[in-house]
């Protein structure tokens, strides 16, 4: 997984969303396409990845956190993503 330069969509998802849970903060990096700066948290999940204690740390993480503004922040991240999606088709 560390090696993957481009993962596919649902391991970046799911990535994306240990690290909104997490509190980890994306890169920003330029889009291709528009040059705009966008959020990307590949990255940082290879950090995430790389951490010995991350296994550890999902199986003890404190689930209040998760009716937060993090967790919150995250639907809104996946209702977008499904929206772009189902504009696409």
Known sequence: MRSMKSPPAGVRLVMEAVCV???????RVPD??????VDD???????V????HFLE???SFDKVILFSNQFLM????ILN????HNEGM
């Open 81 to 84: 993503v499904l929206k772009h």
């Open 21 to 27: 849970i997490k509190g980890i903060r994306p890169d």
């Open 41 to 47: 948290y590949w990255r940082p999940s290879l950090r």
């Open 32 to 37: 291709a396409s528009t040059g705009k700066r």
């Open 74 to 77: 995250f639907v809104l991240m």
């Open 57 to 59: 740390s999902l199986i």
């Open 49 to 52: 990845l790389g951490d010995m």
